[in-house]
């Protein structure tokens, strides 16, 4: 396999720091973003990359600015214009590169995912499968996730504070803009222009985006190809539930869902 690693400037002027895997000579092309406070090299967002390298895919996956990777930022700055306008960015950035290809495939997990799902809805003919993990669909859906005392704190405050699942003794502070950024970011009104093939993997115990969310999310996609799989046991970011740890069998089986996809849409 081969890896390259580069750094680019997003439209602030912001470093991004893109990674690029390819297996031989891939033939297609898929763009991977994680998460919240998350990076490119999460086990889980790692669990979907290789689904995609095993299926021929150079794969892209890139640090997105104000989270816990590589690019610059503050985790209290990240909003959902930067997640969306980060991959924006990224994608125009590949259109210049020799192996880049279109349509292409998307992949992501929670505002990672919301940010796939938005580009899908406004760029539809450019792409080829869709793969939106767990995605945040809306404010007014995830604003019922969370207790309303701690959305008032949060509001009243400016920040809301998390212990770093990866990093033991950090504290992440969530700034109350990116809440009130998802505003602008209703995947439901564009759902429609989602005619691509669908797959969505969501942990049964998902919190923050629970399967109930995403049955809505999956209603509204006008695909007549869609799938919806729910993780027996496992939370938002594919952490067993009753340990908070990763579990390789089970990381191992969403990878060889999302591949077994990938090979019936072949």
Sequence with gaps: MTTEKVTIKNRLGLNLM???????DATKLAFVAHGQKGSKDQPHI??????????????????????????????????????????????????????????????GHSMGAQSTAWYAEHH??????????APVINYSLHITTM?????IAWKDRGYSESASKSRPGVVFKIGWQCEESLKRFDLLPGASNLTMPILNIVGEKDQPCPV?????????????????????????????????????????????????WLKDHA
């Excluded at 496992?234 to 340990?243: A, F, G, M």
Aim: charged share 25%.
């Design 124 to 133: 539809p003919d450019e792409i080829s499968l869709l793969a939106p993990m």
């Design 212 to 260: 109930a969310h995403q049955n809505i999310f999956m209603d509204a996609a006008a695909s007549s190809s869609k799938q919806l799989v729910v993780m027996p046991g496992l939370e938002h970011s594919y952490r067993t539930y009753t340990t908070d740890e990763y579990d390789g069998d089970q990381l191992q089986q969403v990878t060889s869902s999302i591949s077994d």
């Design 147 to 151: 207790p309303p005392d701690e959305v």
């Design 18 to 24: 893109v990674q690029i895997d390819a297996r031989g």
């Design 46 to 107: 790692t669990a979907f990359a290789e689904a995609f390298l095993k299926n021929d895919y150079r794969v892209v996956r890139f640090d997105g600015t104000h989270a816990a990777g590589e690019s610059d930022g503050d985790v209290i700055d990240v909003t959902y214009d930067s997640y969306v306008h980060d991959l924006e960015d990224v994608i125009d950035w590949a259109r210049q590169q020799k192996w880049f290809q279109s349509p292409f495939a998307l992949c």
